[in-house]
Nanobody, 126 residues
Framework: VQLQASGGGLVQAGGSLTLSCAAS??????YGWFRQAPGKEREFVAA????????YYADSVKGRFTISRDNAKNTVRLQMTTLKPEDTAVYYC??????????????????????WGQGTQVTVSS
């Protein structure tokens, strides 16, 4: 499975961006978005289950970011609004192998995802 992320860029604080990620090669189970700022560890941003019915968000992005998926197209999207300078990072989409069961903290844990995209830069200027 390959994941291809797109949609990053430069935006002013308060602005919006939408990231997309397309999976090719096979269907996947859960999708997640993570980000990594310079000098910091990769951190969880959002996740969505295979059905799309359960969504998970980091506290820092709740109410501002929305994750969604389209299983017919094998894609996941992260809509980001009211962006802040502290949202500046490289954003990575990730996915679990088809049929993998997740519970609790699994959604928030990078090591529980089997496939990773190449990352897309998001820069928010103040």
């Amino acid at each position: 499975v390959q994941l291809q992320a797109s949609g990053g860029g430069l935006v002013q604080a308060g602005g919006s961006l939408t990231l997309s990620c397309a999976a090719s090669g096979s269907t996947v189970s859960n999708y997640g978005w993570f980000r990594q700022a310079p000098g910091k560890e990769r951190e969880f941003v959002a996740a969505v289950t295979w059905s799309g019915r359960s969504l998970y968000y980091a506290d820092s992005v709740k109410g501002r970011f929305t994750i969604s998926r389209d299983n017919a197209k094998n894609t996941v999207r992260l809509q980001m609004t009211t962006l802040k300078p502290e949202d500046t990072a490289v954003y990575y989409c990730a996915a679990g192998r088809r049929g993998t069961y997740y519970s609790g903290r699994d959604y928030y844990t990078p090591g529980r995802y089997d496939y990773w995209g190449q990352g897309t830069q998001v820069t928010v200027s103040s």
